[in-house]
């Protein structure tokens, strides 16, 4: 008999749950219908209601002819990656790639180096699957070291290994270290304040531009806050244009008006913000910090996670606060792409400092850029519309 009555007392427990789940069901079904900031359909739980649909980026197999192996990746993720195997190798495109005639005809396998290629590739791949669970410890540079052939001997003379520290050294004890929020906050004092930045809606700089090449152009940049910018470069074929109205990112060159999609986009709109170089804190997650040099100057290195994941690295003078330069890494399948961006000649515009030169560093293309402004204002009326994409203009009618 007590097994029965257990058995009766777990039953009775049991539907007495299940009405209490439908009760509270149908109290959310009834909070819903009543909340005029929650659209739902007649019949159908929140949870299936349509989502709109999410914009899904091409591969590159879709985009690309002949393509062999990375089909499944992002399309956006072909160059970045064709860059970095290309500095590994320490060569051009036309190393893989057929030119004829000043035109590249890139799905040609006329070049026997192109299909060595597609083999590192795929073996670079296999190695990191199989020996490092998919991270990517492993790439081109990691052997090739800007050689088009491997580096396989030690070379001589083998260098000294460098000497243990001394007892001495090892007791003595370094500086205390600051913290990341103190490196960070003595920065905003050293360009003028929290209070001089909040001030700043818009800027517009002007200046010049030389590449690694030698060539030089004109630069300028307009910016609003939050997060709209538009630039106009100066080349030799015309200029060419960057946009994004905080919404859409295009670009416009000789060729035509193209949007700026995938992970592209994610590193446009960042790269392009008015207080990208002025509030840092709120642009990571998490930091941590350590010390390091620059050209035998002291620094403090602090290392930031974005939302996006993207890592980032920043190094401070120790003595004036300012920003030296800054080191973003994307990551791909054949391994981290760095770039790196040095500030140098820092001056006061009204009330904030802010560097007057900029060099930035790039694995593929032109690999160095120098920016030298000979004007930056702030506040200064901007028009929105050169942010918008332009309109593409229709083709004339033809002459009777």
């Not at 899904?56 to 062999?68: P, S, Y």
């Not at 700089?205 to 939050?226: C, F, M, N, R, V």
């Not at 694995?363 to 519309?385: H, L």
Request: net charge positive.
């Amino acid at each position: 008999m007590n097994i029965y009555r257990r058995i009766l007392t777990v039953i009775c427990i049991t539907l007495a749950l299940l009405a209490l789940l439908v009760v509270k069901s149908e109290l959310k079904s009834v909070a819903a219908s009543t909340d005029p900031n929650i659209t739902t359909t007649p019949g159908v739980s929140q949870s299936q209601q349509p989502q709109p649909p999410q914009a899904k980026e091409k591969t590159i197999g879709e985009t690309q002819k002949n393509i062999k192996v990375l089909n499944d990746l992002p399309a956006s993720e072909l160059i970045p990656m064709m860059n970095l195997m290309a500095a590994s190798l320490g060569v051009k495109c036309g190393f893989c790639h057929v030119n004829k005639n000043g035109q590249w005809d890139f799905p040609l396998d006329d070049k026997p180096e192109k299909n060595t290629a597609r083999e590192m590739i795929a073996m670079t791949l296999n190695i990191n699957k199989t020996a490092f669970k998919g991270n990517t410890e492993v790439s081109c540079f990691s052997c090739h070291r800007g050689r088009t052939r491997p580096v396989s001997l030690v070379e001589l003379p083998v260098p000294e290994p460098t000497p243990r520290p001394t007892a001495t050294a090892v007791a003595t004890q370094p500086p205390a270290q600051p913290t990341s929020d103190d490196v960070l906050n003595k920065f905003t004092a050293a360009i003028g304040g929290q209070a001089a930045i909040d001030k700043l809606k818009t800027s517009i700089a002007k200046g010049t531009y030389t590449l690694a090449d030698g060539s030089t152009g004109s630069y300028e940049i307009t910016q609003s806050a939050p997060n709209k910018f538009h630039i106009v470069r100066g080349v030799r074929q015309g200029t060419t244009e960057l946009g994004y109205n905080g919404t859409d990112a295009w670009q416009k060159d000789s060729r035509g008006v193209s949007d700026v999609r995938g992970d592209q986009l994610v590193d446009f709109k960042t790269e392009g913000q008015l207080f990208r170089n002025f509030k840092l804190r709120e642009q990571y997650t998490r930091v941590n910090i350590r010390r390091d040099k620059i050209d035998g100057k002291d620094v403090f290195a602090i290392t930031g996670v974005r939302p996006d994941k993207k890592r980032e690295r920043l190094f401070f003078d120790a003595e004036t606060g300012l920003l030296l330069r800054r080191m973003g890494f994307t990551e791909t399948p054949l391994g981290l792409v760095p770039e790196q961006t040095d500030f140098e000649d820092y001056r006061d515009v009204d009330g904030v400092k802010v560097p007057f030169t900029v060099k930035i560093y790039v694995v593929g293309g032109f690999s160095t850029a120098t920016r030298k402004f000979s004007e930056i204002k702030f506040n200064v009326p901007v028009d929105d519309a050169q942010f918008n994409k332009p309109a593409v203009s229709a083709a004339a009618p033809a002459k009777q």
